[in-house]
């Protein structure tokens, strides 16, 4: 098992009431352990047995991946352009053949790891210099790519992140077998479009905060801001069932595990 949570402490238990109005409550998620979570890591779509050759349109759909070794060596199609690690985050931007472009090639983003403070402005910065993916055939270009592994982090930079993503109208996607959890399913919500891959999965859960070992989550009352962020980027109707769901779930375990199939129908994901 691996655990993705970032505590608070607080010195005076008087701050717990407080703390929940205030808009750095803790949005963290213990990420369960699945199937290939040893690898998290180090999974970089397009250069690993992914399944994204399943998207006729998507830049990976050109590549040529080796799977199970996760390696590119040898394959002219894919290139590593950048890489950073921020605090526990890291960004990478992979730059892989595409015969739509102009250019001949896509870059996309991957992010995997926690959403903290920096996560938003690292994101502004790399996404502004982007390279563009202009369609051969008409004068559009593509939507930037953002690949998302998360088991969390803190709800305030969950909505940061999601603001940014949709400032630039990026499409964001939940990898094959992936989970995106938490403040990382809150920053998912802004990708002008939103795609969740095979058996990947969303996961949704009230914030909290946590003192020894004693979980507290706010009212729904206490919420108006994630209420506010669900409809904002789902509308009314879809954005509320969202709100709903997710203050069901008070726990650090648990949460409203979402596929590909029901993040359409409550229209979570627009593919």
């Not at 180090?42 to 080796?66: E, F, K, M, V, W």
């Not at 991957?110 to 790399?126: F, K």
């Amino acid at each position: 098992m691996i655990r993705w949570a970032i505590g608070l402490k607080f010195r005076q238990m008087k701050f717990l009431l407080f703390a929940f109005k205030m808009k750095s409550v803790l949005y963290a998620f213990v990420l369960i352990c699945v199937a290939n979570v040893a690898n998290a890591q180090d999974i970089y779509r397009c250069t690993s047995a992914s399944g994204l050759t399943a998207y006729q349109d998507h830049p990976c759909a050109q590549a040529t991946t080796n799977a199970g070794n996760g390696a590119n060596a040898g394959n002219p199609r894919i290139r590593v352009i950048s890489e950073l690690k921020i605090n526990a985050l890291r960004v990478r931007q992979v730059r892989v053949q595409h015969a739509q472009c102009k250019s001949g090639w896509y870059d996309h983003l991957e992010l995997v790891g926690p959403i903290g403070p920096d996560s938003s402005e690292v994101v502004d910065r790399v996404l502004e210099k982007l390279p563009r993916c202009g369609h051969k055939n008409s004068p559009d270009s593509f939507a930037p790519i953002v690949y998302l592994v998360s088991g969390g982090g803190e709800l305030e930079h969950g909505y940061k992140l999601g603001h940014t993503l949709r400032k630039y109208g990026a499409q964001t996607i939940v990898p094959p077998r992936e989970v995106c959890a938490s403040a990382c399913a809150v920053a998912f919500l802004g990708g002008q479009y939103r795609t969740i891959d095979t058996e990947g999965q969303l996961l949704f859960h009230s914030p909290y905060l946590k003192t020894g070992d004693a979980v507290y989550c706010p009212g729904k009352d206490q919420m108006v801001g994630l209420r506010q962020y669900f409809v904002q980027y789902l509308g009314a109707k879809d954005g509320q069932f969202l709100f709903e769901r997710t203050m069901t779930f008070c726990s650090q375990r648990a949460g409203w595990a979402i596929n590909s199939d029901a993040a359409r129908l409550f229209g979570i994901t627009t593919n």
